[in-house]
């Protein structure tokens, strides 16, 4: 079936350091791609999308591109600030087959940034 | 302001007590999810809605059930079935249907605690 691996946390850094958290999938055909942040007490709330290979998504300045050849969407930021810290949640949707409506979730990854 | 509600923001229940969760929407979406989040876990889902009277089994509906008798409400009742209940509980509404519309609008959740 359908999964998406993230790339274990917590991360910790610091204000302004550069950013990488890594998200490979399997899927059956081609997903559609989503990242999104779940800040504290709230509920999620979509960062980024692509929906086919190559397509780059960007938001806040967070960027993850859609790799097909490496079945990969790593999520991107080059300078992040203490607002940023969050869980990062890597999905994936495929419209075919019997998952209609169902999007599968990495098991998020917790961000902590300090001054 | 369109948007999904959710409510109580905090619930606790006695062992052996079913509890409603309520989940309202004012997007026009047709499709609605429940979701559970248990840390380190990610979100795995309950039950999904994509029409009002229609309602499919997620991963892991044992012990949950729900209604779906109009478009704007989901409710998720927890039951006493449910082992392990304590949780944070995610409703989710989308307009499937038209490309590119798979996104999911998240309410802020509910956070169940089981005494």
């Known amino acids: 079936g359908d999964s998406v691996t993230q790339m274990e946390g917590p991360v910790t850094l610091s204000e302004e350091a550069f950013l990488t958290i890594n998200c490979t999938y399997t899927a059956t055909g081609y997903p559609s791609l989503f990242w999104y942040v779940q800040y504290p007490g709230e509920g999620l709330q979509l960062l980024l999308k692509a929906t086919k290979a190559d397509d780059k998504g960007s938001n806040k300045g967070f960027e993850a591109t859609y790799r097909k050849e490496t079945t990969s969407f790593h999520l991107e930021k080059g300078s992040v600030q203490v607002s940023d810290s969050a869980v990062y949640f890597c999905a994936l949707f495929y419209a075919g087959g019997t998952s209609y409506g169902k999007l599968t979730f990495g098991q998020g990854t917790i961000l902590t940034v300090h001054p | 302001d369109g948007g999904i509600t959710q409510s109580p923001k905090y619930l606790f229940r006695k062992e052996g007590q079913n509890v409603t969760l309520s989940c309202e929407q004012n997007l026009n979406h047709d499709a609605m999810y429940w979701y559970r989040q248990d840390p380190g876990q990610g979100l795995r889902l309950i039950y999904y809605?994509?029409?009002?009277?229609?309602?499919q089994k997620g991963d892991i509906a044992e012990g949950y059930s729900v209604s779906r008798e109009k478009k704007e409400s989901f409710p998720l009742t927890v039951t006493s079935a449910q082992k392990n209940p304590t949780a944070f509980y995610l409703c989710?509404?989308?307009?499937?249907?038209?490309?590119?519309?798979?996104?999911?609008?998240f309410g802020p959740g509910t956070r169940l605690t089981v005494l």
């Open positions: 809605s994509q029409i009002v009277n229609d309602f």
């Open positions: 989710a509404s989308s307009a499937p249907g038209r490309v590119g519309s798979w996104e999911q609008f």
